[in-house]
């Protein structure tokens, strides 16, 4: 315990036997996934989920297209969506000016901004990969050390820590979905219903059955407080960045909204029908059709003729008995 709380990561893993720690603490959210096995953010645009809003945000600026990190290198008018995009353009491009890597074979004047891209580059001269695997009958090579202990991984594998267990995965993915097997889940004693942890129950017995609401502040400290993240980041948009970019396109109707669900909501109020039919829809998930007679199919239930049997009847009256 004492090494933990001297560690520069103020971001510290709270479950069992877990000793990572994180500078941010999206970064300690994200990790947090891999515990729990939820991502409570989804993206309204599309059907991907995200483990934290920071990574819910950066993925939709993909939708936006919006680029507010801009080089700040004199004359370089590049825009990024992401900080760290911005500082891989800033490395790769202005700062690493007069600090090739110079490919040394004759004839040859490539250079590059990575050694360990001039180490792959090698292998069309030589044809000898720079890093090897040293497993026994194991005789491939890699162009970089990432790659290659990524292969080391397919001997070593990933074993299960749980004692007596033999089951050893060749995927992190393999190993994350069999660890879920080993879990042992909280259970409510009031309603029975089932925790992956006690964090989760704790959450749980407090918001549900002792009626304690949950709080979320507003961060421009305006002291409003809201029980969705919906919510509070409808209210930061709307009130404090003055954002409201999704606009009601009926006619006469000038309203605005900083979400896209609050703009889909009030269209229901230009169509009112529109709501009845998805309450209807939602109550039977298949509805019953009966057969409809001949009279049926003539004479709707409004119980005027349909234009089929006006059709029919002009052209009775035209019909004579000599015509017969």
Known sequence: MGERLQSTKPFICSFFDCKASFVKSWKLEAHLCEHTGLKPFPCLDCDRNFCTGYQLNRHQRTHSGDKPYACKADGCVEAFATPSSMKNHMVKTHQN?????????????????????L?????EHTKVLPFQC??????????????????????????????GCPFQGNFWSEYLTHR?????????????KQFNNGRFLHLHDLHVHLGVKKALLCPHECGKTFTRQFHRESHVLSEHDGTKAFSCGSPNCSKAFAMKESLWRHSVVHDPKRTKMTKLQSKTNKPSVKPATSAEKQTPASGKPTTDARRLAAKLARTKLSDS
């Open 97 to 117: 000016q007069g600090k090739l890597y110079k490919c040394d074979q004759p004839s040859c004047g490539k250079d590059f901004n990575k050694k360990y891209l």
């Open 119 to 123: 180490r792959a580059h090698a292998y």
């Open 134 to 163: 040293t497993f026994t009958n194991c005789t491939k090579e890699f162009p970089s050390r990432a790659t290659l202990k990524k292969h080391d991984k397919i001997h070593k594998g990933y074993p299960c820590d749980v004692d």
């Open 180 to 192: 879920k097997e080993h879990k042992v889940k909280s259970q409510c004693d009031k309603c029975q």
